[in-house]
């Protein structure tokens, strides 16, 4: 069974960092591309970023471009999403994902239960 469990989130005030994780068993990091998407109240899940298996390939969302860096570790089967410069509107549940055509498509094959990101005075 495919688990992708993230932490990290949490009360920052603007313009603050924080930095979530994405654990996954090693079958899953190894075979998708990974990446995390947003989601606020009342909004739609949207795409945030996503780095292949072997990291030759990034993509951001054009909103959080030169704030947000995603990056995998293999020997710990994890994917962080460093977010500095937060403002209000980061504030959301991020959600881990696991996808072949994750950058292509933004087709998700697995999701995570997700974790709550505050952005707050």
């Known amino acids: 069974q495919v688990q992708l469990v993230e932490s990290g989130g949490g009360l920052v005030q603007p313009g603050g960092s924080l930095r979530l994780s994405c654990a996954a068993s090693?079958?899953?990091?190894?075979?998708?591309?990974m990446g995390w998407f947003r989601q606020a109240p009342g909004k739609e899940r949207t795409f945030v970023a996503a780095v292949t298996r072997n990291a030759g390939n990034i993509d951001y969302a054009d909103s959080v471009k030169g704030r947000f860096t995603i990056s995998r570790d293999g020997a710990k089967n994890t994917v962080y999403l460093q977010m500095n410069s937060l403002k209000p509107e980061d504030s959301a549940v991020y959600y881990c994902a696991a996808g072949t055509r994750l950058i292509l498509s933004r087709t998700v094959d697995y999701w995570g239960k997700g974790t709550l990101v505050t952005v707050s005075s």
């Open positions: 090693e079958r899953t990091f190894s075979a998708y591309t």
